[in-house]
T-cell receptor, first 115, second 115 residues
């Protein structure tokens, strides 16, 4: 079974600053994928970034980067140059590679960007 | 184009009504999913369709009935729902069924209220 832990209850960041959202995970699988999703108040889950467990480089997608520390089982999301539109709930998720595996979500972190 | 569409956006129904939620994707994805999400909680998987066949039913009550008419469409038929079924219903798709390295793309959701 997989478990995702997101313990930060709510995060605040000043516009244009960087922020790190924490995610730790637990799994016995050797091969897996890690994902971050953003969910604004409108409800849509927006895929942000993916990291494979065997990827040696940290994933980056525009202003998003994933700080992957496999030995510590952490996959923190870094958002650089925060914008007001980044205010949303952020979910970390993981799924083992291979058929019939399910996406396991953390409980989410609320990020508020202050002007 | 990474768009998953869902209709209707909002739905209010009585406990004796029958209604359907619709989901569509034109990305050629072979896996489609239904999730239920309560406020401030992560999505919970309900059903998975793999190559148009139901592959996972997460012990969902029979008042929810999924249907996959073709590879682009996914329906969720609702009948005799309870007020506790009020939630955001999210549809998602991915390129291959439940393969960990492929991200799921979510639709905007249907906000369902059962009165």
């Amino acid at each position: 079974a997989q478990k995702i832990t997101q313990t930060q209850p709510g995060m605040f960041v000043q516009e244009k600053e960087a922020v790190t959202l924490d995610c730790t995970y637990d799994t016995s699988d050797q091969s897996y994928g890690l994902f971050w999703y953003k969910q604004p108040s409108s409800g849509e889950m927006i895929f942000l970034i993916y990291q494979g467990s065997y990827d040696e480089q940290n994933a980056t997608e525009g202003r998003y980067s994933l700080n992957f520390q496999k030995a510590r089982k952490s996959a923190n999301l870094v958002i650089s140059a925060s914008q007001l539109g980044d205010s949303a709930m952020y979910f970390c998720a993981m799924r083992p590679t291979g058929a019939n595996s399910k996406l396991t979500f953390g409980k989410g972190i609320t990020l508020s960007v202050r002007p | 184009d990474t768009e998953v569409t869902q209709t209707p956006k909002h739905l209010v129904m009585g406990m004796t009504n029958k209604k359907s939620l619709k989901c569509e994707q034109h990305m050629g994805h072979r896996a489609m999913y239904w999730y239920k999400q309560k406020a401030k909680k992560p999505p919970e998987l309900m059903f998975v369709y793999s190559y148009e066949k139901l592959s996972i039913n997460e012990s969902v009550p029979s008042r929810f009935s999924p249907e996959c008419p073709n590879s682009s469409l996914l329906n969720l038929h609702l009948h005799a729902l309870q007020p506790e079924d009020s939630a955001l219903y999210l549809c998602a798709s991915s390129q291959y069924p439940l393969a960990g390295e492929y991200e799921q793309y979510f639709g905007p959701g249907t906000r369902l209220t059962v009165t």
